[in-house]
């Protein structure tokens, strides 16, 4: 699985939009770029997956570039409940073993 | 659904004592798994299982870690002894394929071993 590396954090003011940024450069072209946070005390909870094309959904915008080897995850109007832990992960799809990595902490200022 | 439910919350114990972490998944999810989380190794999983037979159990640590699934509501996580090395939170989560995407977690259960 392709090693993912994020800022180990991050500020953002409320109601503006948060770009978190994650490096993948070693992806495979069968691996799906994941998105997961982890509010404080609580377990990871899924955002959002893409393979090459731009993602989105209600809770946020996936932007992969072209080459693949690097991604944003875009929180359109951040929040002080979108204060988190977020992590990016390079995977097929299919393998129980996620490379979690130490993620970026995205605090939310108001 | 009450989504994937793990007891105790909280645990404190002393060195060389017996641990048992409870986790019940959610209604129909054929795949359980067991993660380790602290600080300095992040997110880690132990160990899952597929309608209650063990997969892979590569990522448990050491012997001190045992880990069942009697029926498909059911699963423990086990050390014995504890050491305080195992301080850490561990979570359970299910899902109903083998869909990174489709993970869903419990709330963790925080370990003290002191």
């Known amino acids: 699985d392709a090693k993912t590396t994020q800022p180990p954090s991050m500020d953002c003011a409320e109601g503006r939009a948060a770009n978190l940024p994650c490096n993948h450069s070693?992806?495979?072209?069968?691996?799906?770029v994941y998105w997961y946070r982890q509010i404080h005390s609580q377990g990871p909870q899924y955002i959002i997956h893409?393979?090459?094309?731009?993602e989105t959904n209600e809770m946020a915008s996936l932007i992969i570039t072209e080459d693949r080897k690097s991604s944003t995850l875009i929180l359109p109007h951040a929040t002080l409940r979108d204060t988190a832990v977020y992590y990016c992960?390079?995977?097929?799809?299919?393998?129980?073993?996620?490379?979690w990595g130490l993620g970026t902490s995205l605090a939310v200022n108001p | 659904d009450a989504g994937v439910i793990q007891s105790p919350r909280h645990e404190v114990t002393e060195m060389g004592q017996e641990v048992t972490l409870r986790c019940k998944p959610i209604?129909?999810?054929?795949?359980l798994f067991w993660y380790r989380q602290t600080m300095m190794r992040g997110l880690e999983l132990l160990i899952y299982f597929n309608n209650n037979v063990p997969i892979d159990d590569s990522g448990m640590p050491e012997d001190r870690f045992s880990a069942k699934m009697p029926n498909a509501s059911f699963s423990t996580l086990k050390i014995q002894p504890s050491e305080p090395r195992d301080s850490a939170v561990y979570f359970c989560?299910?899902?109903?394929?083998?869909?990174?995407?489709?993970?869903?977690f419990g709330p963790g259960t925080r370990l003290t071993v002191l």
């Open positions: 209604s129909g999810h054929d795949y």
């Open positions: 992960i390079a995977d097929a799809g299919n393998n129980r073993k996620l490379i």
């Open positions: 989560a299910s899902s109903p394929r083998l869909a990174p995407n489709e993970q869903f």
């Open positions: 070693t992806i495979s072209g069968n691996e799906y």
């Open positions: 893409g393979l090459k094309n731009n």
